[in-house]
């Protein structure tokens, strides 16, 4: 594992919010073997997480997405509208182009399935804890078919955006946060949204998801 950088070597923050006591055992067991992270609560539906969420201020938060009484996607919507400085990762079975659209298009900074190795889920997190976009392969897969069936802006020329929205996109698909991106570019994170909110608007797209897996198909940006 490589080292982390200098401004990430205080431990992440991880809240689980999942209904299934296995599961939340099994992954404070793996994170118990990370030492870049720290599992600091765990909640069994999407009230709870909320309360927690507001509480803790956790780094990351992993949410399943079909739970009993409050849902992941109206926990998902609830927790983003505190606007913390926390990325919420979906972890669910549920591969279906409704759920994995519906979560992103809500603000999920990834999107993981439950049937991944433990040694690639820790890989996923250590990148969301960076402040990288996480997907399971099969979403991307899922999200490049949705996009080429849609086809929204497949034609643009990239000369209609300007040389700082070209900027932002590159990042947008590394996977950057708009906080990582700030620091990078050296601007505000307040600016970073105004140009994100600018690139999807001129390529017809609903969330940066789209917009990092539409770079990838076009070429604009590597594979993982």
Do not use: C
């Not at 399971?136 to 034609?155: I, Q």
């Amino acid at each position: 594992m490589q080292p982390m950088n200098a401004p990430d070597l205080e431990p992440q923050t991880l809240l689980v919010i999942d209904d299934h006591p296995l599961l939340r055992k099994g992954v404070s067991q793996l994170v118990a073997l990370e030492p870049a992270m720290r599992l600091v609560g765990e909640a069994t539906d999407g009230a709870e997480g909320l309360r927690l969420a507001r509480e803790l201020k956790p780094d990351l938060i992993l949410l399943d997405l079909q739970m009993r009484g409050m849902g992941g996607l109206d926990a998902l919507r609830a927790i983003k509208a505190l606007d913390l400085d926390t990325r919420v990762i979906m972890f669910t079975v549920s591969d279906s182009e409704e759920d994995v659209l519906a979560a992103l298009q809500a603000g999920a900074d990834g999107y993981l399935l439950k049937d991944m190795e433990p040694e690639e889920m820790l890989a996923s997190l250590r990148q969301a804890a960076r402040g990288r976009l996480v997907l399971s392969a099969p979403v991307t897969e899922l999200l490049a078919r949705a996009l080429r069936h849609e086809g929204p802006a497949a034609g643009l020329p990239l000369s209609e955006l300007t040389e700082r929205e070209h900027q932002i996109l590159l990042h947008i698909a590394a996977g950057k946060s708009n906080k990582l991106i700030a620091r990078e570019l050296d601007i505000t994170e307040g600016t970073v949204k105004v140009h994100v909110k600018h690139v999807l608007k001129k390529l017809g797209l609903r969330s940066r998801v789209e917009a990092a897996v539409w770079a990838v198909k076009t070429g604009l940006a590597p594979r993982a």
